[in-house]
């Protein structure tokens, strides 16, 4: 059985592998960011419109069958997690900072365009920071 040629891989590779991981890593913390703290459609919910909700829901709890009594169940769990969300509110601006930092060579690397960035949610002033428009 004939040996096989050892590859190795030059410090410049091991550093150009590097470079995208860290960008990678970068993109795709900003994109979770944006995509967990992405503003819904329709009429916005405050936390005291959430605690009115969650008041009725107790209420008719009591009285609910059990297949009622379980989707209210969720709704009291769903409504819970949003208004803790409410009051956290996230600050984008460490995410951003790194994105920005890296997104213009990811985007080289990997041929993503203004287009598809935008159409992610990226808005318009985050990608003029990174250096991409819509010439490229």
Excluded: C
């Excluded at 190795?8 to 960011?33: C, F, N, P, W």
């Excluded at 213009?104 to 365009?113: D, L, N, P, V």
């Amino acid at each position: 059985m004939a040996q096989r040629k050892k590859r190795t891989v030059t410090d410049q590779h091991k550093a150009a592998m590097a470079e995208g991981r860290t960008q990678s890593r970068a993109i795709a913390s900003y994109l979770e960011a944006l995509e967990t703290h992405k503003p819904k459609r329709g009429r916005k919910r405050t936390p005291d419109s959430i605690d009115k909700r969650l008041a009725a829901i107790d209420k008719s709890l009591e009285t609910a069958n059990p297949i009622k009594r379980l989707s209210l169940i969720q709704e009291r769990l769903d409504l819970l997690n949003e208004k803790e969300s409410l009051e956290g509110n996230v600050d984008l601006s460490a995410f951003e900072a790194e994105f920005v930092a890296a997104a213009k060579g990811y985007s080289e690397r990997k041929g993503i365009s203004y287009a598809a960035w935008r159409e992610l949610g990226v808005p318009p002033a985050i990608l003029k920071q990174a250096g991409i428009s819509r010439a490229n």
